[in-house]
């Protein structure tokens, strides 16, 4: 028995019937064409079997005081493991219907926190595989690491694999001694005081900050302005949009402007937002604040729990341009990452904590409403790479339903996955009643950076591109020359022998 750590409890406490704290992804697999009637039933004899592996084998229980630990138990995978059919034709709208359907209830708590679904009947001879797993067992990226471990390189592979299956890798064995345990210890409780004056320091710039002695470098709490996104959910309803891009693209914008890929997704996430807002009438005079998540997860660390930060990200000005509207983006992200990397995880984890803490506080009490932390929660991941294949299935599409965060209505995650983009968009009808409004403008935004960039990209490098031209020019034609006296010579030669 383990106790949770606040960060994973504090997922708990924030729950409500209308404000749900569990993580639900989806992909969509297309059936090998000679087990086109026997891959499901394989499939779910294989994931209703075998063992389970940590988190997915706790469940938990509560002590006194509202503290809560996991229990290890052995989970009934015929509970767990869920199949049901999408009626013909088996549209992907269908299936965006019944993953909406599917993911509004909340957990059941006497139960370990997570359920499956196998979703079989859509079009082209494909199936879904959806997974609900509660935030406090598991962040955003210990879950795509495990996604990213189940599934195989190779059409070849036929190993029938999910997230709760114990891995073929070993663990670390923790050192038997007490001696090491102990050095461990003491090295930590050396680098106490250091973190309480890291903590300290980072209290008083906030307070400089708050006082405007010093210069903002992210938002600060309660200070964001109230939008449409601010609307929160009165019911357990959400509504979910999502699109494709390319990577290539979105790398070839970053390469043009100098900037990141997450820069390049931030900015025109932000211009579709205020596209948004102008399109409802309902426009705002200060920029959105994005709540932005981190992950701080060790290489080599296993994939439960939480390892995450968070920061308050200042987004672009609401009439910007969409190109000054990527420098100021990057500006603010710089700022952050820079005064974060100062401190260590443990500082960074609390002041997520407190971040989450004032998200709430509009949910719970009339006097906050008109001041909240956040317009939103914006999130980044990084999927698995290249062709992925579930014992021999292609997998063709990897879409999330965002968690819609308290005290905001609107979550936009991103998630790259092979070659693409995947965005998806999750909301509450009273903040976002129509998401795929939403992505088409993000990919509007799309389009109207690459006219920016390119355009600057030509224009700011003109007259050096004209010397280079003229240079590669001229040297062209004296090879060109070269070429040509070569046989001339040559044949005065052989005239003069005759």
Same mark, same amino acid.
């Given at each position: ?162 997230i709760w299956m114990p891995l073929d ?14 050095? @461990? !210890?003491?090295?930590?409780? *050396?680098?106490?005081?250091? /973190?309480? %004056? ?5 209290? =008083?710039?906030? #307070? ?43 790398? @070839? !914008?970053?390469?043009?402007? *100098?900037?990141?890929?997450? /820069?390049? %997704? ?5 211009? =579709?937002?205020? #596209? ?177 960039a390119l355009k600057g990209k030509a ?40």
């Amino acid at each position: 028995m383990s106790k949770l750590s606040p960060v994973d409890l504090s997922f708990l406490l924030l729950e409500a019937p209308s404000r749900q704290m569990h993580m639900t992804a989806y992909q969509v697999f297309r059936l090998p064409p000679r087990e086109k009637k026997t891959f499901i039933p394989r499939l779910l004899a294989a994931y209703r079997s075998g063992p389970v592996a940590k988190p997915f084998n706790q469940k938990l229980k509560w002590l006194d005081k509202g503290v809560a630990s996991w229990e290890t138990i052995q989970p009934d995978l015929r509970y767990h493991v869920r199949h049901l059919a999408v009626p013909a034709p088996g549209s992907m709208q269908s299936l965006s219907e019944i993953v909406s359907f599917l993911n509004s209830p909340l957990l059941d708590r006497s139960m370990p926190l997570w359920e499956c679904y196998i979703i079989e009947g859509l079009e082209d001879d494909q199936f879904a595989i959806m997974v609900k797993v509660h935030h406090a067992m598991i962040d955003g990226m210990g879950a795509m690491k495990l996604f990213d471990q189940c599934i195989g390189l190779s059409p070849t592979n036929k190993a029938m694999n999910s997230i709760w299956m114990p891995l073929d890798k070993p663990t670390k064995a923790r050192p038997r001694s007490g001696r090491p345990q102990a050095q @461990s !210890l003491l090295s930590r409780l *050396g680098k106490l005081p250091a /973190d309480l %004056l890291q903590i300290g320091a980072g209290v =008083a710039e906030l #307070g400089a900050q708050n006082l405007r002695l010093k210069p903002s470098a992210s938002s600060l709490p309660f200070a964001a302005t109230k939008t449409l996104f601010n609307n929160v959910a009165t019911s357990s309803e959400r509504r979910y949009g999502s699109c494709e891009i390319p990577l290539a693209t979105i790398k @070839s !914008l970053a390469n043009a402007t *100098g900037t990141t890929v997450n /820069d390049i %997704l931030m900015t025109v996430i932000d211009h =579709a937002l205020h #596209g948004y807002l102008a399109a409802h009438a309902a426009s705002t005079t200060k920029p959105l604040v994005a709540l932005m998540a981190m992950s701080i997860r060790a290489e080599g660390t296993e994939a439960s729990g939480n390892q995450v930060a968070a920061e308050l990200v200042p987004m672009g000005k609401p009439d910007a341009s969409v190109s000054d509207r990527l420098q100021q983006i990057q500006t603010s992200v710089n700022q952050i990452k820079h005064s974060s990397a100062k401190l260590p995880s443990a500082v960074r984890q609390l002041y997520a904590m407190l971040l989450f803490g004032s998200t709430t506080l509009p949910d719970v009490a009339a006097a906050f409403r008109s001041m909240p932390s956040i317009n939103l929660v914006i999130s980044n991941m990084r999927g698995p790479q290249g062709q992925r294949y579930l014992a021999g299935a292609p997998m063709v599409a990897f879409q999330g339903c965002p968690i819609v965060p308290p005290g905001a209505g609107l979550n936009v995650s991103f998630v790259s996955v092979n070659d693409m983009i995947c965005l998806g968009v999750g909301a509450s009808p009273e903040a976002v009643a129509d998401p795929y409004q939403l992505t088409r403008l993000i990919m509007a935004a799309v389009s109207d950076l690459e006219k920016v960039a390119l355009k600057g990209k030509a224009g700011s490098k003109k007259p050096a591109a004209r010397k280079a031209a003229a240079r590669k020019t001229a040297r062209k034609k004296q090879t060109a020359l070269k070429a040509a006296a070569k046989p001339r010579r040559k044949n005065a030669r052989a005239k003069a022998r005759v």
